[in-house]
């Protein structure tokens, strides 16, 4: 089976893959002095209460925005699973899609899979929104190319710079409300309001702009920890995708070993 390695900003998703199957997934958060030898006592555990072992993993591919990651990722697949990993963007498993944007290097590794992803999966012009660390909003044409896109604070991210910034703010957990009221009658309602409700209208607000941009028909594409919280009090998403990232790793493993 392939290990598929997705190091975001935040966690670290580490997902066994069989074919087109998503058999196990785990998360740990992200900590570039986490060495390979923490990751494999880990990992192992987490391997064992699924009923796998190590040398059940043939084949291991990393995609990371967090470059400081990567070496600890790369002794982890050389001492523990005896095989070396490949990474995404690199050779032998360049994008193969065009990055058609004023700085292609700059793109992060996990839009460029998901841009992969998200082509194989759904014909035709696509908006890829992921609710990570930052939300991002990605245009992907009909051909497969990546057009472009918004970068937007995560809403964890919003919130803890509201309660860092604001004394009296408590802490609140982010949660989808029980209701559409959008008068709060206290602070922490208040706060659930404005932070919920103003990032369902943000993302609202921006796709709609993008699509009298593009002037087509477009499908939106959700991934991400966060897209189920935003799934009942919207119609914005045509398809949610949870392993869209992990797809596209697999698939860029495919194509290198065809």
């Known amino acids: 089976m392939l290990l598929a390695i997705d190091a975001g900003n935040t966690n670290v998703v580490f997902a066994l893959v069989a074919g087109d199957r998503v058999k196990a997934r785990w998360r740990i958060a992200t900590d570039p002095r986490r060495t390979a030898d923490e990751y494999a006592v880990w990992l192992s555990q987490l391997l064992t209460l699924e009923g796998y072992t190590r040398d059940d993993v043939t084949g291991v591919i ?122 709060g009658r206290n602070t922490t309602d208040q706060m659930h309001i404005g932070i919920y409700w103003g990032y369902v209208s943000m993302i609202e607000g921006l796709v709609a702009r993008m699509k009298i941009e593009v002037g087509r028909p477009v499908k939106v594409v959700a991934t991400g920890g966060l897209a189920t919280l935003f799934e009942r009090h919207t119609t914005l998403f045509d398809v949610i995708e949870p392993d869209l990232t992990i797809k596209g790793l697999a698939m860029l493993w495919d194509r290198a070993h065809m």
């Open 62 to 183: 990393v995609a990371t925005v967090v470059p400081r990651a990567l070496h600890n990722l790369q002794v982890l697949s050389s001492k523990y699973f005896r095989t070396e990993a490949l990474i995404a963007g690199k050779p032998p498993v360049e994008w193969g899609v065009a990055i058609d944007v004023d700085e292609p290097a700059s793109l992060g590794a996990d839009r460029a899979v998901n841009t992969i992803a998200a082509h194989a999966l759904h014909p035709g012009d696509l908006i890829v929104i992921d609710f990570g660390t930052a939300t991002t909003v990605d245009l992907v044409d009909y051909s497969g190319a990546y057009k472009g896109g918004i970068i937007a604070p995560g809403i964890n991210l919003s919130l803890d710079a509201l309660v860092t910034a604001a004394a009296k703010l408590p802490r609140i957990a982010i949660e989808t409300p029980s209701d559409t009221s959008v008068i």
